[in-house]
């Protein structure tokens, strides 16, 4: 195995040179310490709240987060510290350890140069896996695919970097989930589109490895499709732990309905239950086999990210029977997945680090009937229309000749408002004023709690103001908009007769996550000290026996080792 870098000091957040540091002749390089681990296993279980360990832990089993818990270190106030989180921004951050103003990934979905953007990069790669086409599209069959939007290097960036032969993988349902967390150039990006693929980003100089299309020709996915999904306890838990099995506000998924049992007649209702989870599991077992990660002592990295847990989530809520049963069931995947890995890799020789990317808040027609009486559903339509009519009456000289309000906005991108250039040339205003009287007046509108404009964050911002300092953190100048908008707690972007929920807040709910790190030298239970899931990225390193990230500024948490 090649030597490692020496690690980075834990108080130095600047960005570092890596390289070995320069002795003289008469002076040999000493011999650096093996890695802690074989393996280092990230393990994201999507939209998974920091308060579900707790909230149904006795209906754990005893080997699955109960054993992670019980032998690893449990941060219990973990959070993201900045505001707009969602799937992509929390994947880029887990391993860059840094945020997305520093890491580039804004969102799923930005807008830059007035062109929608996929955080997994532009419509330039072939899909080795493609969902069927419709013959009547007029698709190219061009996809998102590579990690060219992200801006600063990952641990498996450093990893395949400083130790020769060391393999990285990383596995999902989702495209961004994969392929974010493992950097320029992983051994291989796999997600699922009703088969495991990659893009050809990935397999320019190599093709699909032949047991992803042994997995493939198995046709593993069929074995869910028409089974059922129904509770994993009996209902009597569920009512009691969770609420009503027919909450108001709750979505039907796909063809799925709001009520036990949920029929899952297709791929697409099977991610959409627990059984998702189950295939991803499969599927990440067979990379362990068949590529020997852990194997021997040159360190392998592997990224497993859940995905189904944030799909159930969407469509039925936190504070659901099918939330608690994703979550229980969870917890015997974890169980399953610890002992595979005491198996293949050996008690000792693996680390396994545990988060989540984002919260959610809960449905807003549950939330009012808990006491949250301002809990609403905003439409971003309805804001859009009358802000339109707002500006066009400051400014009458854009008023167009039918009466109509002018089309001063674009479009909302998250929490972005992005102002059309045309219309804001056309009627001889400043830019930045004309988002100033955005902001202003959006700020009144119901369920809005702040609007801040891109020369607001442009600046410095008052470290008193909290909801400020973390949407700084998520604002990367030419990818967010004029006006970013944050809604007050227990509200979400919908239409008013939406169903289902979402996340992508700086409010508790959102940024609330698990982070259980488990493997040698670590003494478990749980810790009170504040932390971020961004802290995997010194965590890893050192357990890998390699180079902090460049742009990583999260330390080591002081209650971690021994």
């Not at 990285?168 to 493992?182: M, Y």
């Not at 059922?228 to 009512?239: F, G, M, S, T």
């Not at 001063?408 to 059309?420: A, D, M, Y």
């Amino acid at each position: 195995m090649r030597p490692a870098a020496a690690l980075v000091p834990l108080a130095a957040i600047a960005a570092v040179v890596t390289g070995v540091a320069l002795v003289g002749v008469s002076r040999p390089l000493p011999p650096q310490p093996e890695p802690k681990v074989r393996l280092a296993v990230l393990v994201v279980f999507d939209q998974f709240r920091g308060d579900y360990l707790a909230r149904w832990g006795a209906h754990f089993g005893p080997n699955g987060f109960a054993r992670l818990t019980r032998d690893g270190a449990w941060f219990t106030n973990c959070h993201y510290p900045y505001a707009v989180t969602t799937t992509g921004p929390g994947h880029a951050s887990m391993l860059t350890g840094t945020t997305p103003s520093v890491h580039g990934i804004v969102n799923n979905d930005w807008t830059e140069n007035g062109k929608s953007v996929n955080c997994t990069g532009p419509k330039r790669y072939r899909l080795t896996a493609p969902p069927p086409r419709d013959p009547k599209s007029k698709d190219d069959g061009l996809a998102p695919g590579a990690p060219e939007m992200l801006l600063s290097e990952t641990v498996a960036d450093v990893l395949k970097r400083e130790v020769r032969g060391a393999k990285v993988f990383g596995l999902s349902l989702k495209d961004r989930s994969a392929i974010l967390p493992t950097g320029q150039r992983p051994d291989g990006a796999f997600w699922f589109t009703g088969a495991f693929g990659t893009s050809d980003y990935y397999t320019r100089t190599r093709g699909v490895p032949r047991w992803v299309e042994r997995f493939n020709a198995a046709r593993v996915p069929d074995r869910w499709v028409g089974t059922p999904w129904n509770r994993l306890h009996p209902k009597a838990q569920y009512d009691e732990l969770a609420g009503p099995d027919d909450a108001p506000g709750e979505g039907k998924g796909q063809g799925q309905g709001t009520t036990f049992p949920h029929p899952t007649g297709s791929h697409a209702a099977v991610t959409n239950s627990p059984f998702g989870n189950e295939l991803l599991l499969e599927f990440a077992k067979a990379c362990v086999r068949s590529e020997r990660l852990g194997a021997d002592t040159t360190p392998d990295l592997l990224v497993v990210s859940f995905s189904s847990n944030d799909s159930v989530g969407h469509t039925w809520g936190p504070d659901s029977h099918e939330v608690m049963d994703v979550t229980l069931r969870s917890d015997a995947i974890i169980a399953e997945l610890m002992e595979f890995l005491d198996e293949q890799v050996g008690p000792g020789r693996y680390l396994l680090g545990l988060t989540a990317d984002h919260g959610v808040c809960p449905l807003p027609e549950v939330a009012r009937a808990r006491g949250e009486a301002g809990a609403l559903r905003v439409d971003p339509a309805d804001l859009q229309k009358e802000l339109n009519a707002h500006l066009t009456a400051l400014f009458p000289a854009t008023k167009p000749a039918d009466g109509k309000p002018a089309a001063w906005v674009e479009g909302f991108s998250g929490p972005w408002v992005h102002l059309r250039t045309t219309v804001v040339r056309a009627s001889g205003q400043p830019r930045a004023r004309v988002a100033a009287e955005a902001a202003s007046f959006l700020a009144t509108r119901p369920g809005v709690a702040r609007a801040l404009t891109h020369a607001d964050l442009s600046g410095p911002v008052p470290e008193t103001d909290t909801v400020a300092v973390m949407l700084k953190r998520s604002f990367y100048p030419t990818r967010c908009g004029d006006v970013g908008v944050v809604l007050h707690p227990y509200c979400i972007p919908s239409a008013r007769l939406g169903t289902g929920t979402t996340h992508g807040t700086p409010h508790p709910y959102d940024t609330h996550v698990p982070l259980v790190v488990y493997g040698p030298g670590i003494r478990g239970g749980p810790r009170a000290e504040r932390t971020t899931p961004q802290a995997l990225a010194s965590i890893f390193a050192k357990w890998l026996n390699v180079s902090r990230p460049k742009d990583a500024a999260f330390p080591i948490p002081l209650t971690l080792d021994e």
